[in-house]
């Protein structure tokens, strides 16, 4: 799986530089365009302004120029009348002369007008060198921009083939997670059989423990049976069978039968090993048991009183006895208003019965005790 997941990181990796190329070409293709400085103006609108300017100048210079047709034809006409022979004012001579003074000051202006316009020629000469540069650049970037869309052609092309291997790589890893997930499901399956074999082992070393507890009282009590049976019999003996003919009952002599208790025959003790308590805890807490014997049964009982007193005097009377089987059963007593509520948990539902069966009889006892003792009790004690 591990060899899987690396050739998928590898096949991904083919492509994990395309973005960074992509984005250093654009960047490299952006920084190479012209751009203008802050603050200057355009080209073009350099251009317009020169071009309004010039226009402006040559109307300056067709008027001037038109003033100045216009005096020599002044000129050759009263140089006809002159050699026609009229004769001038002097106020018309001195017009004529005032604008033959003028003329020089007129091609000064016109002169400048000339300089002008070509140095606003020679600006668009320069401007038309710059924009052919920036067109010739700009038909590089172009061409640029051509190679950079095949290359991204080709990047996509190869992430097109990137992505079917990666799906087909992704489908083996989930093939590979869906084994895994079987395998947890079985590992979790094969724990928690395993806390309950280890609850269901304390469960069975309790009922055995229980069994044998009752075999022992059994074999105590029958030996306190027993016992006390042949003292009986040997005093009856000794007090009267001096006086009874020996035919007359064969038996009379024979001591008490002896009883043992003992495994079904072909059975044997059941043996369990020992497990340690921490252990069981723990299991219990994996499998989710908050209280009581794995496999325990529960029952609650509420037994209601005339008083709450008379509840709490049953209680502290029957608290005095604790359950023969400790081990096998657990009893919870507690007091609600005038209720008496006990709460058992047994390994069995017989054990259940029974154990429910001796706490109502006790519970009959002191209510029968109660109501003869009771009230009398209390006028004796105001």
Same mark, same amino acid.
């Given at each position: 799986?591990?060899?899987?997941?690396?050739?998928?990181?590898?096949?991904?990796?083919?492509?994990?530089?395309?973005?960074?190329?992509? $984005?250093?070409?654009?960047?490299?293709? =952006?920084?190479?365009?012209?751009?203008?400085?802050?603050?200057?103006?355009?080209?073009?609108?350099?251009?317009?302004?020169?071009?309004?300017?010039?226009?402006? $100048?040559?109307?300056?210079?067709?008027?001037?120029?038109?003033?100045?047709?216009? =005096?020599?034809?002044?000129?050759?006409?009263?140089?006809?009348?002159?050699?026609?022979?009229?004769?001038?004012?002097?106020?018309?001579?001195?017009?004529?002369?005032?604008?033959?003074?003028?003329?020089?000051?007129?091609?000064?202006?016109?002169?400048?007008?000339?300089?002008?316009?070509?140095?606003?020629?020679?600006?668009?000469?320069?401007? @038309?060198?710059?924009?052919? @540069?920036?067109?010739?650049?700009?038909?590089?970037?172009?061409?640029?921009?051509?190679?950079?869309?095949?290359?991204?052609?080709?990047?996509?092309?190869?992430?097109?083939?990137?992505?079917?291997?990666?799906?087909?790589?992704?489908?083996?890893?989930?093939?590979?997670?869906?084994?895994?997930?079987?395998?947890?499901?079985?590992?979790?399956?094969?724990?928690?059989?395993?806390?309950?074999?280890?609850?269901?082992?304390?469960?069975?070393?309790?009922?055995?423990?229980?069994?044998?507890?009752?075999?022992?009282?059994?074999?105590?009590?029958?030996?306190?049976?027993?016992?006390?049976?042949? =003292?009986?019999?040997?005093?009856?003996?000794?007090?009267?069978?001096?006086?009874?003919?020996?035919?007359?009952?064969?038996?009379?002599?024979?001591?008490?039968?002896?009883?043992?208790?003992?495994?079904?025959?072909?059975?044997?003790?059941?043996?369990?090993?020992?497990?340690?308590?921490?252990?069981?805890?723990?299991?219990?807490?994996?499998?989710?048991?908050?209280?009581?014997?794995?496999?325990?049964?529960?029952?609650?009982?509420? $037994?209601?009183?005339?008083?709450?007193?008379?509840?709490?005097?049953?209680?502290?009377?029957?608290?005095?006895?604790?359950?023969?089987?400790?081990?096998?059963?657990?009893?919870?007593?507690?007091?609600?208003?005038?209720?008496?509520?006990?709460?058992?948990?047994?390994?069995?539902?017989?054990?259940?019965?029974?154990?429910?069966?001796?706490?109502?009889?006790?519970?009959?006892?002191?209510?029968?005790?109660?109501?003869?003792?009771? @009230?009398?009790?209390?006028?004796?004690? @105001?």
């Amino acid at each position: 799986m591990e060899k899987d997941r690396s050739r998928l990181d590898k096949i991904l990796g083919t492509t994990g530089d395309f973005p960074e190329r992509l $984005i250093r070409t654009i960047n490299s293709i =952006h920084s190479s365009l012209p751009a203008p400085e802050p603050g200057d103006r355009s080209v073009l609108k350099q251009t317009q302004d020169i071009v309004t300017s010039q226009e402006h $100048i040559v109307t300056t210079m067709a008027g001037v120029l038109e003033n100045l047709a216009g =005096h020599y034809d002044n000129m050759a006409g009263a140089l006809k009348d002159t050699e026609a022979g009229e004769a001038f004012s002097e106020e018309e001579l001195q017009v004529m002369n005032r604008d033959t003074e003028e003329l020089s000051t007129i091609m000064a202006e016109l002169e400048g007008n000339l300089l002008s316009i070509d140095g606003y020629h020679k600006q668009l000469v320069t401007h @038309k060198d710059d924009l052919q @540069k920036d067109l010739d650049h700009l038909s590089s970037v172009v061409y640029d921009l051509d190679e950079l869309a095949k290359i991204m052609d080709d990047m996509l092309v190869e992430q097109d083939n990137v992505d079917v291997e990666a799906g087909e790589q992704l489908n083996v890893l989930h093939h590979h997670l869906t084994v895994l997930d079987e395998l947890h499901a079985h590992y979790v399956s094969y724990r928690m059989a395993f806390n309950k074999l280890i609850l269901e082992m304390a469960r069975r070393r309790q009922y055995r423990e229980a069994a044998e507890n009752i075999v022992r009282g059994m074999m105590r009590q029958l030996e306190s049976m027993t016992e006390e049976e042949t =003292h009986v019999r040997a005093h009856f003996n000794a007090e009267y069978g001096s006086h009874l003919p020996d035919d007359l009952c064969l038996c009379i002599s024979d001591p008490p039968t002896r009883w043992e208790v003992a495994p079904l025959d072909g059975t044997s003790p059941e043996v369990l090993p020992e497990i340690d308590r921490d252990i069981i805890a723990e299991a219990s807490e994996r499998v989710g048991y908050s209280e009581g014997p794995p496999g325990a049964e529960s029952l609650t009982v509420e $037994i209601p009183f005339a008083s709450p007193k008379h509840a709490a005097i049953a209680r502290q009377v029957i608290e005095v006895d604790a359950e023969l089987q400790p081990q096998a059963v657990q009893r919870t007593l507690c007091v609600q208003d005038d209720k008496l509520i006990a709460t058992f948990r047994t390994l069995t539902v017989r054990l259940a019965r029974l154990t429910l069966n001796a706490f109502l009889e006790n519970v009959d006892l002191v209510v029968r005790t109660i109501e003869h003792f009771g @009230k009398d009790a209390e006028e004796r004690t @105001k």
